[in-house]
């Protein structure tokens, strides 16, 4: 099973709104991470979780905030977001996480989060 | 840094054999991934490849060249469902995590 689920599959938010992205895996991965996609462009990384530790943060605004509550489960919180923050959020996870040595480390997307903000 | 290059689109037959170049500049090299995204929907992982040659799973096959920073993705018998974004990913050796860099994308179209 290489099933991660998100939820919720759509959201419309206004700027003044806060809201939370949900991202859930049970194939016991050690890095969960949150990426961008703009449409017709590849996605762009955002944050990395490894082993519930945030790794890395790429220069991402204060108004995405990550969290890991436990090893199966990972947040984005969203508050005073900007239109041009529409895109598509994905959640992805692989089995151990970073390092130069771990090359065959896979990465699998859950489904999305299609987010509009007014 | 890294530069990864692939075409845009690329139309082809129902039927055909399709096969989508990757080109890529890393300090240091440390794995390929190929995977393809269905508009809307997220990215599915479809091969890897870390040694130079050839690996076939089923109508995919993708190839490596670490000497030419080159990889290709061979699709066969192509099906209608076969269209959708194919995404090239590298992983750079010199990047003490090893993040992936996504290439832009190439549309396949499958036309009847």
């Known amino acids: 099973d290489t099933e991660v689920t998100q939820t919720p599959k759509h959201l419309v938010m206004g700027m003044t709104n806060k809201k939370s992205l949900k991202c859930e895996q049970h194939m016991g991965h050690r890095a969960m991470y949150w990426y961008k996609q703009k449409a017709k462009k590849p996605p762009e990384l955002m944050f990395v979780y490894s082993y519930e530790k945030l790794s890395i943060n790429e220069s991402v605004p204060s108004r995405f905030s990550p969290e890991c509550p436990n090893s199966s489960l990972l947040n984005l919180h969203l508050h005073a977001l900007q239109p041009e923050d529409s895109a598509l959020y994905l959640c992805a996870s692989s089995p151990i996480g970073g390092g130069v040595e771990r090359s065959t480390d896979t990465q699998y997307f859950g489904p999305g989060t299609r987010l509009t903000v007014l | 840094g890294q530069n990864i290059d692939q075409p845009t689109e690329m139309t082809a037959t129902e039927g055909a054999i399709v096969q989508i170049n990757c080109t890529y500049q890393?300090?240091?090299?440390?794995?390929l991934f190929w995977y393809q995204q269905h508009a809307g929907e997220a990215p599915t992982f479809l091969s890897y490849?870390?040694?130079?040659g050839l690996e076939e799973k089923g109508r995919f096959s993708s190839f490596l060249s670490r000497s030419k920073g080159y990889s290709y993705l061979l699709l066969k018998e192509l099906q209608m469902k076969d269209s959708a974004s194919y995404l090239c990913?590298?992983?750079?050796?010199?990047?003490?995590?090893?993040?992936?860099?996504f290439g832009a994308g190439t549309q396949v179209v499958v036309t009847p």
């Open positions: 990913a590298v992983r750079d050796a010199a990047d003490s995590w090893g993040k992936l860099q």
């Open positions: 490849n870390v040694l130079d």
């Open positions: 890393t300090s240091g090299f440390n794995g």
